[in-house]
């Protein structure tokens, strides 16, 4: 089992910054793909980015590619992704995401999931 807790999170304005993080415990694997997911209200949970623990290969949707940057800390075990230039569109409830399978796109690619922090842009 693999426990994933995000933090960070909260209200910003359209253009700014923030940061969330995604700490990983129990059975870690270098084998993993990190992901986040994100789901807005009345919509479905869809990719955001990805990264694979070995080699660093990263992953993004179109939507946020050039103001996402998702990255790892080995050390504390742990994934983060800063955003910036945020739009209101990106408000959502940001999700952590392990696994190994492919695509690193799809939902069913990940095995383990956070329980989520809330992302809230204002215009």
């Known amino acids: 089992q693999v426990q994933l807790v995000e933090s960070g999170g909260g209200l910003v304005q359209a253009g700014g910054s923030m940061s969330v993080s995604c700490a990983a415990s129990?059975?870690?694997?270098?084998?993993?793909?990190m992901a986040w997911f994100r789901q807005a209200p009345g919509k479905e949970r869809e990719f955001v980015a990805a990264?694979?623990?070995?080699?660093?290969?990263?992953y993004y949707a179109d939507s946020v590619k050039g103001r996402f940057t998702i990255s790892t800390d080995s050390t504390k075990v742990t994934v983060y992704l800063q955003m910036r230039s945020l739009k209101p569109e990106d408000t959502a409830v940001y999700y952590c995401?392990?696994?190994?399978?492919?695509?690193?796109?799809?939902?069913?690619?990940?095995?383990?999931w956070g329980q989520g922090t809330q992302v809230t842009v204002s215009s």
């Open positions: 129990g059975r870690t694997s270098s084998s993993y793909v």
């Open positions: 990264v694979r623990w070995s080699g660093g290969m990263t």
């Open positions: 995401a392990a696994g190994f399978r492919n695509p690193e796109v799809a939902e069913s690619s990940y095995d383990y």
